[in-house]
């Protein structure tokens, strides 16, 4: 039995098939979705142009697998959409990069600060109702919006040609003011925040939400769950640290569990994902090679990348004892946007760029390693762990200061296109 998966990415889009579990083919294009806009907290992307984008990538698997079974989808959580009473959208995507729930509510607070104390919800900058509550104060929402999702939502609502959004609760979950233990939106966090609990999107009663041509459509999945899905091969026995734009860290458990700076998600098919995002993540090493392309420019050497040149450096020199300690908050945090990055420790001696390079990559894995340490703290148990995304497969050095970190081996997984292939799992798995 074929299954395909979709997974709408910040910057890319992907699909993969899998036929009875295995990988058998994927397809990748380019977003290319954002918006320029005169707001600099603002990160916008175009729904329709990403929705074309997906519905082509999905054609083009189904002309060469026309006995597809079932679609899964996924893609970027957190943002939102808005969207009419005919499933039209009549906004752009806010993306989970957005940052208007950062801006002053008042002289003293943000808007993310109010919403968190005034709920006792958390409100991280990004989490689309979060954005919502300010774009209702703001005067910014759609006279035509009679509800929100999420673009993987949207996707599976046209895949299906609904005329409303039905969400799985790891979407539901991500977008914030949602009851995780329950498995439904707060509606008193909701009022409390000045959103009509009328406005939220429905959560899906079933897995199954539609078809499109002869396949049945599942409702759209966390993107973190569905790489979760296919990254481990026994949820129950392994974590996961994905490092790619940004960074994350995911263990499962059967039962509610609630763990210091962690998300507990709810997990498709039951269950929950204690989750811990780096807003930085990945970044904080392109922000190195940055640094060092920026330095040789000002030198009079142009180059398009310090990598090679950084990863020579790392081959060519054996880790030295007094590696400075950086801290790579260079984004924040979800809880609280205004941290900041920092070095300490620095000498004569280690102010170099081999130490620089390595202090980074500590500052990664103890930053992940921080969110495992709270989840032990929390009653968790050890776990395997296993290893994905691209900045952490390209970078055996970094591997090490992961397994360093952790006090265990790293595995990583096979590493083909995980969030559109754990959506396709989630469908096949569905046995429908």
Not at 70 to 93: C, E, F, K, R, W
Not at 112 to 133: K, S
Not at 189 to 205: C, E
Not at 326 to 335: H, I, K, N
Request: hydrophobic share 40%; glycine share 10%; net charge negative.
């Amino acid at each position: 039995m074929k299954t395909l998966g979709i997974d709408i990415g910040t910057t890319t889009i992907s699909a993969a098939v899998l036929e009875d579990g295995q990988f058998l083919a994927s397809e990748t294009r380019a977003n290319g979705a954002f918006i320029p806009s005169t707001l600099t907290c603002a990160r916008e992307q175009d729904v329709e142009k990403i929705t074309q984008i997906a519905l082509s990538v999905i054609e083009t698997l189904f002309e060469r697998y026309p006995d597809i079974h079932s679609i899964g989808v996924t893609g970027q959580m957190h943002g939102i959409l808005y969207v009419d009473a005919d499933g039209n959208a009549v906004s752009p995507l806010y993306t989970w990069q957005d940052a208007r729930g950062s801006l002053p509510h008042s002289k003293t607070e943000s808007w993310v600060q109010y919403l968190t104390r005034e709920t006792g919800c958390l409100a991280a900058v990004g989490f689309g109702l979060a954005t919502h509550a300010h774009n209702l104060a703001a005067g910014l929402v759609p006279p035509a919006a009679v509800t929100c999702c999420t673009i993987g939502d949207y996707l599976a609502m046209r895949l299906c040609g609904l005329a409303a959004p039905r969400m799985d609760g790891s979407n539901a979950a991500s977008i914030g003011f949602f009851d995780a233990e329950h498995c439904a939106f707060d509606q008193n966090a909701l009022q409390k925040a000045g959103i009509d609990p009328n406005f939220v999107p429905q959560l899906a009663a079933e897995p199954v939400i539609g078809h499109f041509r002869n396949a049945a459509v599942c409702a759209a999945i966390g993107d973190n769950q569905a790489s979760f899905l296919r990254s481990v091969r026994d949820k129950t026995a392994e974590m996961l640290v994905n490092v790619g734009t940004g960074s994350q860290f995911s263990v499962f458990t059967p039962h509610y569990l609630q763990a210091d700076g962690l998300e507990t998600r709810p997990m498709p098919g039951g269950g929950y994902l204690l989750a811990g995002a780096s807003l930085c993540g990945g970044r904080a090493y392109a922000l190195l090679e940055q640094f060092f392309r920026s330095t040789a420019s000002m030198l009079g050497t142009e180059t398009n990348s310090c990598y090679d040149a950084m990863a020579r450096l790392l081959d060519e020199n054996p880790r030295p004892d007094d590696v400075p300690a950086v801290c790579t908050l260079f984004e924040g945090t979800r809880a609280d946007s205004s941290l900041t990055g920092s070095i300490s420790g620095l000498t004569t001696h280690n102010f170099t760029p081999l130490h620089l390079i390595y202090g980074v990559m500590d500052g990664m894995a103890d930053e992940l390693h921080r969110m495992y340490t709270a989840y032990r703290q929390a009653g968790g148990t050890p776990k395997r762990l296993i290893g994905s995304g691209n900045g952490l497969r390209q970078n055996r050095y970094l591997q090490q200061r992961f397994e360093s970190a952790f006090g265990c081996p790293l595995t990583l997984s096979d590493g083909r296109e995980e969030a559109a292939a754990g959506a396709a799992q989630f469908a096949a798995e569905q046995q429908i």
